[in-house]
């Protein structure tokens, strides 16, 4: 079956690790069933200077005949200010209704962790993030700039519907997983909304008496992954706090580049995105050293999304055997390997298979 995917490969790093995510996906159509119709946009810095614009007007459009979008990083801060560069990628995900934002990290093989006395099965963890409203919303302004008197305001929003169905999600993958979910709050000092989370989370949790539940305030909960990893399982969380715990978690499992991420629609009704959590990293972009791998196990993540949950597999234990090696890894884990070297490595070792 043929599968059309938008390839949006974006700025700085975005460009580079999403050529060896390619790289890997078009090895996969070697040895399975698997054929994909990859169409590339150029929407970055490169097309701003062309146009003034950092992608069409109608790119939603473009986008919306895709049945997934695979995603590098977006963000070119010397050019671009941030707050405009990365609307597309809030924008796909709300007007997608991507309302899913899977960030699984665990500690692997072959990978040192900046943790102390930590072992292999310490740090597994899957995130439930919350991606389409919350604090993410287009919802406010300033008033009176630039003088004594102004005021911003910024609305968060948080509807029965969205949360609902984001902690019921965390719910089915606790049930997959160990079992145990973790409702990230501040309910202590968000008096409205994460109140309301805590509410929406007891009025489900009854039917899903298999799993334990513990809530947790998100400044503790910081600390808790930084000193008690392994007790934690599924951990959901609004749009805002799940961002900040997905950087977290992948420093603690020893790198950014090793954290992929989906962006879910589970009713297919509009395109899914798959890109790594990491962004454009100006500080090493055009050097040649990200480590692709967050981006290659993102492409991992969506071909699970498409049905073929072996050639994930596959993917995911490509990985985890390349990094025991050692042999072929980028400064970010202490090794010397360049973004394409590693990606060479994934796809001799997919071949071989
Ligand atoms: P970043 O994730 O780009 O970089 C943070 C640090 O991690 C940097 O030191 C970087 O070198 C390192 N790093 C990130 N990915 C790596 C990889 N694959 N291999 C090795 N090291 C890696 O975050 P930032 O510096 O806060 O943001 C840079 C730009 O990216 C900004 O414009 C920001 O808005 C944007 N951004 C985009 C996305 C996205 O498109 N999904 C996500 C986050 C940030
Ligand atoms: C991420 C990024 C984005 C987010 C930014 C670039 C808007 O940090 O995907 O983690 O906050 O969701
Ligand atoms: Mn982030």
Redesign the pocket.
Known sequence: MTHKIAVYA?D???IE?TAEAVKVLKAVEKIADIKFDFTDFNWSSRYYKETGKIKPDDYLKVLSDFECVL?G?????DLIP?RI??TP?IEMRQTFDQYIGLRPASLMPGVKSPLADINLGDLDIYFVRENSEGEYINCGGRFKPGTDDEVAIQTNIHTRKGVERIIRYGFEMARKRNKHLTLATKSNALKFGMTFWDDVLADVQGEYSDVTVDKCYIDALCMGLVQKPKFYDVIVASNMFGDILSDLAGACSG???LSPSANINPEKVAPSMF??V???????AGKGI??PI?AIRSAAMMLDFLGYNDMFKLIENVCIESLEDRQVT?P?LGGSATTSEVGDDIVNRILNK
């Open positions: 974006g700085g790093i975005g690790v995603l990083a977006i963000g070119c801060p941030d560069a990365v990628l790198s950014i580049g890109e790594p990491h962004g454009s990293a100006p500080d090493i990200a480590n967050a980028t970010d």
